[in-house]
């Protein structure tokens, strides 16, 4: 098992920056590939950004140049740093780890941390 907390999130005015946390604790972190994604009101939860165990990212377009996550083993947590955001940022954030692949894909990951709400207003 491994549990994951979120947290970071707040309210932020378009072109703010907010940088999230993850930290991990249970089975070995450095195993998991580890990744963020987000849900707003009515939408399905959507990919954002992950962060393989060797360190390769991959990002979602809408994010790409704005977002930028990280991984430090060694506190068994992974951040992600959000700049310039949007007013369609807002939503709520979950970090997630999984062992398979493509990491892009939610229903490759086995745990799910409670999530954090970001708000961004215009």
């Known amino acids: 098992q491994v549990q994951l907390v979120d947290s970071g999130g707040g309210l932020v005015q378009a072109g703010g920056s907010l940088r999230l946390s993850c930290a991990a604790s249970?089975?070995?972190?450095?195993?998991?590939?580890m990744g963020w994604f987000r849900q707003a009101p009515g939408k399905e939860r959507e990919f954002v950004v992950a962060?393989?165990?060797?360190?390769?990212?991959l990002y979602a377009e809408s994010v790409k140049g704005r977002f930028t996550i990280s991984r430090d083993n060694a506190k068994n947590t992974v951040y992600l740093q959000m700049n310039s955001l949007k007013p369609e940022d807002t939503a709520v954030y979950y970090c997630?780890?999984?062992?398979?692949?493509?990491?892009?894909?939610?229903?490759?990951?086995?745990?799910w941390g409670q999530g954090t709400q970001v708000t961004v207003s215009s």
């Open positions: 249970g089975r070995p972190f450095s195993n998991y590939h």
């Open positions: 997630a780890a999984t062992r398979g692949w493509p990491v892009s894909e939610r229903n490759v990951y086995d745990y």
């Open positions: 962060i393989r165990w060797s360190g390769s990212t």
